[in-house]
């Protein structure tokens, strides 16, 4: 069974910055597609974005141009930058592997985002 340990959640101003970290208990993501995702309190989990096996990327309208999916295979890890964070980006952030359309691991136990003045 895969294991996903996310990190780098915290308390950042509007406007701020934070890179989170999913490390993989795998050679994982040099296989299958990963994704990020959040669920704000009272709502669903939702996907954020995602990177295909083949490097492509997509993201949420909401947060085009200000997250950034990477990963680094030899270290079987994978990041979300965050950049001009907003109020409406405070969720749990969560990450997963992705076969297809499929998830793969067990959902971790997140890693708070909280955006706020």
């Known amino acids: 069974q895969v294991q996903l340990v996310e990190s780098g959640g915290g308390l950042v101003q509007p406007g701020g910055s934070l890179r989170l970290s999913c490390a993989a208990s795998?050679?994982?993501?040099?296989?299958?597609?990963g994704g990020w995702y959040r669920q704000a309190p009272g709502k669903q989990r939702e996907l954020v974005a995602t990177?295909?096996?083949?490097?492509?990327?997509n993201y949420i309208d909401s947060v085009k141009g200000r997250f950034t999916i990477s990963t680094n295979n030899a270290r079987n890890t994978m990041y979300l930058q965050m950049s001009s964070l907003k109020p409406e980006d405070t969720a749990v952030y969560y990450c997963?592997?992705?076969?297809?359309?499929?998830?793969?691991?067990?959902w971790g136990q997140g890693t708070q985002v909280t955006v706020s003045s």
């Open positions: 997963n592997v992705l076969a297809g359309p499929r998830v793969v691991a067990s």
């Open positions: 795998g050679s994982i993501f040099s296989m299958y597609g």
């Open positions: 990177m295909s096996k083949g490097g492509s990327t």
